[in-house]
């Protein structure tokens, strides 16, 4: 079974920048993908960019240019790099590891003041 463990969230200025990390463990084989999604109060949870094992990252229109998602050689750790934070990111944050069901992280704010 594998899970997911995020770190890097935080409160950030506006125009600043943030690292979220997601570390899997358990047994990771063949096609999937890992990625990011977040939910503001109220609001319902959102892909904020996610990446396969083969083929391109995909991004939220509202990150395009801002954020980049990565992952390490292994392909069991992926990274959200966020940059120029605007208020309106402000959200949880969560891991996702997608391959035949959906596995979540627990989740890591992230505040941006204005």
């Known amino acids: 079974q594998v899970q997911l463990v995020e770190s890097g969230g935080g409160l950030v200025q506006t125009g600043g920048s943030l690292r979220l990390s997601c570390a899997a463990s358990g047994t990771l084989f063949g096609f999937y993908t890992m990625g990011w999604y977040r939910q503001a109060p109220g609001k319902q949870r959102e892909l904020v960019a996610v990446?396969?094992?083969?083929?391109?990252?995909n991004y939220a229109d509202s990150v395009k240019s801002r954020f980049t998602i990565s992952r390490d050689i292994t392909k069991t750790s992926v990274y959200l790099q966020m940059n120029s934070l605007k208020p309106e990111d402000t959200a949880v944050y969560y891991c996702n590891y997608r391959k035949s069901t959906d596995v979540w992280g627990q989740g890591t704010q992230v505040t941006v003041s204005s």
């Open positions: 990446i396969p094992t083969a083929g391109s990252a």
